[in-house]
């Protein structure tokens, strides 16, 4: 069985039927959303070629019988609660009895943060954490309005998860609700939409998928989902590594488009089997000089040369993936613990400089100190304390500016000898 045929065994495992996914599935949606009832709002994220689909998606609506009440337009990247608080706004006008949401994950992520606004009230600060959305809705007897996201990027899988990512503008900083309520009723993956994705969003959405798979094997070491995430994450990492450096050269090659949406699916598939850690802590705090997906990739070779004893296991598995694509040259067998984990970081590297992405954070516009005394304070926020408790070496707060100080030091100029090992 090849890496496609197992990725979509995953899915179906995952999800069942109740995704909708593959080239040309968009007009299936007014079915869908009939099902549910009878007047829809779209979220809408508005790029080339999207008027096209928009007109797909209200003929399959007024063939259903389903009334449009209104489009409102989406978020911008990282979500600003600014656009959270607008698309709360109009939605509480429009009063929907279904949401269709059409965009990347910021503009999903939004959907789900302002539905919980909208039934629930109160300001998005009450429900950062994990679960406090279930036990509000628990509390009042409410529930949340049906959600068919349809996701247009090969990226976050916003439109499979539990999380929503939300940003402070004004302090630079991301925080996130993580909740079983706000995943979608109905996922919708149209692969079409991303042929003509733009050489930036598809690198850094295939390098998001890598980092959710690639986190949550490192932290399922040693758990009863190990071997499950082994499997996930060898088939998500496998069709990244191999296949967006043929994207990058032939955008318009279809079987590695398909190869990277299946993958960037399998990473949402593994952030519901376990919780990212540190790639995903960091770029929290660099939302305003990298994309999410950019700063993840740039911060995990890092993180993977610190916890490299603990998680021996899965870089062997990773390390053999980059060697097969060609960006191990030599024999890694015979390496363990801090040894293996530089050999898989200079990989990720190598990996990183043949789709032209920077490998530390100084070769990008606007880095400065700030963003290291930014990040180390922000690990130390009770909200994103799930982030240091799924490392596979779990840091508590006396312990961040010891160890995540040098990582963050290392990624600044490169330098891997500055990482400490506990």
């Known amino acids: 069985m090849n890496q496609?045929?197992?990725?979509?065994?995953?899915?179906?495992?995952?999800?069942?039927?109740?995704?909708s996914y593959?080239?040309?599935?968009?007009?299936?949606?007014?079915?869908?959303?009939?099902?549910?009832?009878?007047?829809?709002?779209?979220?809408?994220?508005?790029?080339?070629?999207?008027?096209?689909?928009?007109?797909?998606?209200?003929?399959?609506?007024?063939?259903?019988?389903?009334?449009?009440?209104?489009?409102?337009?989406?978020?911008?990247?990282?979500?600003?609660?600014?656009?959270?608080?607008?698309?709360?706004?109009?939605?509480?006008?429009?009063?929907?009895?279904?949401?269709?949401?059409?965009?990347?994950?910021?503009?999903?992520?939004?959907?789900?943060?302002?539905?919980?606004?909208?039934?629930?009230?109160?300001?998005?600060?009450?429900?950062?954490?994990?679960?406090?959305?279930?036990?509000?809705?628990?509390?009042?007897g409410k529930k949340l309005c049906p959600h068919i996201a349809i996701q247009t990027a090969a990226s976050s899988a916003a439109h499979l998860t539990k999380y929503s990512n939300i940003t402070d503008t004004a302090t630079g900083q991301k925080k996130l609700i993580v909740d079983e309520e706000v995943v979608p009723s109905h996922p919708v993956f149209d692969y079409e939409a991303t042929y003509t994705a733009p050489q930036s969003l598809t690198a850094d959405g295939a390098l998001d998928g890598i980092a959710h798979s690639l986190e949550v094997l490192y932290g399922a070491v040693g758990k009863p989902?190990?071997?499950?995430?082994?499997?996930?994450?060898?088939?998500?990492?496998?069709?990244?590594?191999?296949?967006?450096?043929?994207?990058?050269?032939?955008?318009?090659?279809?079987?590695?488009?398909?190869?990277?949406?299946?993958?960037?699916?399998?990473?949402?598939?593994?952030?519901?089997?376990?919780?990212?850690?540190?790639?995903?802590?960091?770029?929290?705090?660099?939302?305003?000089?990298?994309?999410?997906?950019?700063?993840?990739?740039?911060?995990?070779?890092?993180?993977?040369?610190?916890?490299?004893?603990?998680i021996e296991g899965p870089l062997r598995l990773v390390g053999e993936i980059y060697r097969e694509a060609g960006f191990i040259n030599k024999d890694i067998s015979g390496l363990s613990g801090r040894e293996l984990g530089v050999a898989v970081a200079v990989a990720m590297f190598e990996l990183a400089r043949s789709i032209g992405f920077p490998t530390m954070l100084s070769e990008v516009e606007g880095f400065s100190r700030e963003h290291i005394e930014r990040a180390l304070k922000a690990a130390k926020n009770p909200q994103l304390k799930m982030k240091l408790q799924n490392m596979p070496i779990p840091l508590t707060e006396a312990m961040i500016d010891e160890y995540m100080g040098p990582i963050l030091e290392a990624a600044g100029d490169g330098n891997l000898s500055r990482i400490k090992n506990v």
Do not use: W
Request: proline share 4%.
């Open 225 to 310: 989902f190990y071997e499950k995430m082994k499997k996930i994450a060898g088939a998500s990492i496998s069709l990244v590594v191999k296949y967006l450096p043929i994207v990058i050269k032939n955008p318009e090659d279809r079987e590695a488009r398909e190869a990277l949406c299946l993958a960037t699916d399998l990473g949402g598939y593994s952030i519901m089997v376990g919780g990212t850690n540190g790639g995903h802590l960091t770029s929290f705090s660099l939302v305003d000089i990298l994309s999410h997906g950019r700063a993840c990739a740039m911060m995990n070779p890092y993180y993977t040369v610190f916890f490299a004893p603990a």
């Open 22 to 140: 593959g080239a040309g599935v968009l007009p299936g949606v007014g079915s869908i959303s009939a099902s549910e009832g009878r007047k829809a709002v779209m979220i809408f994220d508005r790029y080339p070629g999207s008027e096209e689909r928009a007109k797909v998606l209200k003929d399959s609506l007024a063939r259903a019988g389903v009334e449009l009440a209104g489009i409102i337009d989406g978020a911008k990247p990282n979500c600003p609660r600014e656009d959270l608080y607008r698309i709360t706004g109009e939605l509480k006008s429009l009063n929907p009895e279904v949401i269709i949401s059409f965009g990347g994950g910021s503009t999903i992520d939004a959907s789900k943060a302002a539905e919980v606004l909208r039934t629930l009230g109160g300001s998005i600060e009450d429900y950062f954490g994990t679960g406090l959305v279930t036990k509000a809705l628990e509390q009042s």
């Open 4 to 19: 496609f045929d197992i990725a979509r065994e995953l899915l179906t495992k995952f999800k069942g039927d109740s995704y």
